[in-house]
């Protein structure tokens, strides 16, 4: 029952930087967790960045250090500052909400099986493109 929009994707040099963004709107009560995962082509849907209602968060290991997810709960906006950006970075970009639990933690660098991709909330991706 919640929406998800993404913005702020585009196209930077390596080592450059962008702020992903997310609006939630609908019923946005109950959510445990809200996660980033992104697609390359040719490649399945990974983790990159979770945060819960406590805004403890996780992150990919290629992505830690160098990206930070944070949320503002009275704006429903989910953000991922994403700085040093890397060729290897570019793909579709996902917001997504967990209503269950933070099963999102768990795949942070890892592909999401299919039953918890039907599972979770998602939006329809913003393109993240970094040429060397």
């Known amino acids: 029952q919640v929406q998800l929009v993404e913005s702020g994707g585009g196209s930077v040099q390596a080592g450059g930087s962008l702020r992903l963004s997310c609006a939630a709107s609908?019923?946005?009560?109950?959510?445990?967790?809200m996660a980033w995962f992104r697609q390359a082509p040719g490649k399945e849907r990974e983790g990159v960045a979770a945060i819960d209602s406590e805004d403890a968060s996780t992150y990919a290991a290629s992505v830690r250090g160098r990206f930070t997810i944070s949320k503002d709960n009275a704006k429903n906006i989910l953000y991922l500052q994403m700085n040093r950006l890397k060729p290897e970075d570019t793909g579709m970009y996902y917001c997504a909400a967990d209503a269950t639990a933070r099963r999102p933690f768990i795949y942070m660098g890892r592909r999401v099986p299919a039953p918890l991709l039907a599972q979770l909330s998602w939006g329809q991706g913003t393109q993240v493109t970094v040429s060397s």
């Open positions: 609908g019923d946005t009560t109950g959510t445990y967790c």
